[in-house]
């Protein structure tokens, strides 16, 4: 029965059962000196459940060895390969280090994220980002989703501007994107969401527009709004809900964040933006998840009342956007 569960796997004198494994990792530096020198990938929770990494130790027992497994990390070996997988639930995140010869590191990478695309699956309202680092910068991770949208727009988008140490950087999008998988295969991607949404590439506005077979446009040139990139949401939406009404909420939305950010000065005002990101990447859907919005709306209303009435704004319209998509916090 734990077995069917994946909650155990077998070994020639017993049973291995991950989540009572110890939290002390394997020593992995020996392995893999200069992280920064792997080809890298991370995968970003709303929350990270606790038998999530766990399951994936199960699910890849077969690649790591006895000592090199921990409860919330592994080392994989595949081909000539070697990955490093480590789960951090403080910062919600799986990261992921492979290195190995040359193109077939991707190899051992496309397994791992297989892996984990069917532990997702079979957890409902799991909100999971995949990331790209970006390779020799210190700078937040690129959400692989926009990377291929910037790809896939017409005309392309060959780069994506970041700030590092105060200087702007530009990457180009194809190096990262071919680290992570061949073109042939992540093009389909591009055509997979159902939404239409509107990416910040950090100055390059690209709209991706379904109702014309997927395709995407570079509708603007512009600024980088704050860090990072963003997701605006701010165009037409092809829902089924309200668009207009949608549309108007979000805009009021990105003008009544300003002033919460600078009171939020010294507070966690990041947790706010994730959760507000969130709530408008599932309320452009056609069929937005509710049990998602849910549980992005009562993280907001957590993160946010800190800092008192400045927040009723914000709140306000928050609530506004979830009750078009059917959800109604108390």
């Known amino acids: 029965m734990m077995e069917k569960f994946e909650l155990c796997f077998p070994v020639p004198d017993g049973l291995v059962v991950p ?4 939290e ?5 530096k020996t392995f893999f000196p200069d992280l920064a020198k792997c080809l890298r990938f991370e995968l970003h929770y709303d929350f990270l459940p606790e038998g999530l990494v766990p399951r994936f130790l199960v699910a890849t027992h077969d690649l790591s060895k006895p000592g090199e497994r921990w409860r919330s990390g592994v080392i994989l070996r595949e081909g000539g390969n ?3 997988v480590r789960g951090d639930a403080v910062d919600r995140r799986v990261s992921i280090a492979v290195t190995g010869p040359g193109p077939t590191k991707r190899d051992l990478l496309s397994s791992i994220r297989r892996e984990f695309t069917k532990i ?11 990331m790209v680092p970006v390779p020799g910068l210190d700078v937040e991770p690129i959400a692989y989703d926009h990377l291929v949208a910037a790809e896939c727009a017409t005309p392309p988008v060959i780069t994506w501007n970041v700030v590092a140490e105060g200087k702007l950087e530009q990457i180009s999008i194809a190096r990262l994107l071919n680290g992570i998988e061949p073109k042939e295969r992540r093009k389909p991607r591009a055509g997979r969401s159902k939404d239409s949404t509107t990416i910040n590439v950090a100055g390059n506005y690209i709209e991706r527009d379904t109702t014309m077979g997927n395709t995407y446009n570079v509708t603007g040139q512009g600024n980088a709004v704050g860090k990072g990139n963003t997701v605006t949401n701010t165009n037409s939406f092809n829902t089924g809900l309200d668009s207009e009404a ?5 805009t009021q939305l990105n003008g ?10 010294g507070k966690d005002f990041k947790v706010v933006e994730e959760h507000i990101e969130a709530i408008k990447t599932e309320a452009v859907k056609p069929e937005p998840d509710k049990s998602a919005l849910a549980v992005s709306g009562r993280g907001l209303i957590e993160a946010a009342t800190t800092v008192g009435a400045i927040a009723t704004p914000v709140l306000t319209t928050v ?3 979830l009750k078009l998509c059917g959800v109604t916090l108390p």
């Open 246 to 250: 949608l549309v108007k909420l979000f």
């Open 19 to 22: 989540e009572l494994m110890t």
């Open 24 to 28: 002390q990792e394997a020593e992995w």
């Open 256 to 265: 009544q964040l300003a002033p919460l950010k600078d009171e939020m000065k």
């Open 319 to 321: 609530g506004l956007i």
């Open 82 to 84: 070697v990955a490093l």
């Open 120 to 130: 997702h699956r079979s957890i409902s309202a799991l909100g999971v980002k995949e």
